[in-house]
């Protein structure tokens, strides 16, 4: 198994939701697909958070029984979507995703590897380059949710699987995906930002660092329609927006942290966190250790 799909098992297990001042209660469990980087796991839950740090793999994540909110922050946007039962969260690798639900929650979560996702789309082009992905929240697509509750219904029967129908469900899966995504093509539409235009982004987020902004903000810097900016902006720093505004605020965390006698609350807010407990957790994937103990040994 490699360490992408074990890193995935965790997370569809909930050993990685969070419980943000509320007793979340997790039942699920995980079937891997024998022979495949692919694993399906059903939770049943309530209140939770979960800070997905980028990963090699997609994860769809489907309500199969739902009634609540979701609130997101993905790519420096947050925003807040109804969940129903039927609907349907993508979180993409390479990108850090917080998620903030509010209600009760039966859910199918499946993990794709890259591989698929791009031999589907070198089977038929027109699907678009899976390299455009993005992550998107509170979506319905019935045949993709018919493919998902039959590859979850065949991994979790007692019987033996056959592997030509595995492997048809997942081709079926990414094809079905990749038709409600319709990922564009970046070919001819994606151009280099100039030095000066990413040092107005840059500005930008220095001076807008304790608000609330959002990847609509950025682009509006430039007057670019949000989706055009950030592959413009991905091609001209190697990271997305989102990635960019992380990387900023925890130089911004580390210099508070060393010059300033603030507490942690403090400092999450003026870095634009939305609490502590996120500033602490984004801090920790990225930098290995907490902010305090960072602080203590920095310090001394």
């Known amino acids: 198994m490699t360490q992408a799909l074990g890193e995935s098992i965790k997370m569809l297990s909930g050993l990685d939701f969070q419980d943000i001042e509320r007793g979340a209660a997790v039942d699920g469990h995980v079937r891997r697909a024998d022979g495949y980087d692919m694993a399906v796991g059903s939770l049943s839950l309530g209140d939770h958070a979960c800070d997905i740090a980028s990963s090699t793999n997609h994860t769809l994540i489907l309500a199969a029984k739902a009634s609540g909110k979701l609130y997101t922050e993905v790519d420096a946007q947050k925003s807040e979507v109804a969940i129903r039962s039927g609907t349907f969260v993508f979180a993409t690798p ?13 859910n199918i979560a499946i993990t794709l590897d890259d591989a698929l996702i791009k031999t589907a789309a070198e089977i038929d082009p027109e ?20 493919v998902v509750e039959e590859l979850h219904a065949v991994l979790f029967s007692d019987s033996r699987t056959s592997r ?26 994606a151009t280099a930002l100039s030095k000066d235009e990413i040092a107005r982004i840059i500005d930008f987020i220095e001076a807008e660092m304790e608000e609330n902004f959002d990847l609509s903000d950025l682009a509006g810097v430039l007057d670019r329609d949000p989706c ?27 210099d508070l942290l060393l010059n300033s006698e603030d507490t942690l609350a403090d400092i999450a807010y003026a870095t634009g966190f939305s609490n502590q407990a996120h500033m602490t957790s984004t801090f920790s994937k990225h930098v290995g250790i907490s902010p305090g103990k960072w602080r203590e040994e920095f310090r001394a």
């Open 94 to 106: 390479g990108t850090d995703q917080f998620y903030d639900f509010v209600g009760d929650v039966t």
């Open 164 to 189: 030509v129908l595995i492997e048809s469900l997942r081709r079926r899966l990414a094809f079905e995906l990749l038709s409600a995504l319709r990922a564009p093509s970046v070919a001819g539409n």
């Open 228 to 254: 055009t900016f950030s592959r413009c902006f991905k091609l001209s720093t190697g990271a997305s927006p989102h990635q960019y505004v992380i990387q900023r605020r925890l130089m911004r965390v580390k």
């Open 127 to 146: 699907l678009g380059n899976p390299g455009t992905l993005e992550p998107r929240a509170g979506w319905v697509r019935p045949p993709l949710q018919r």
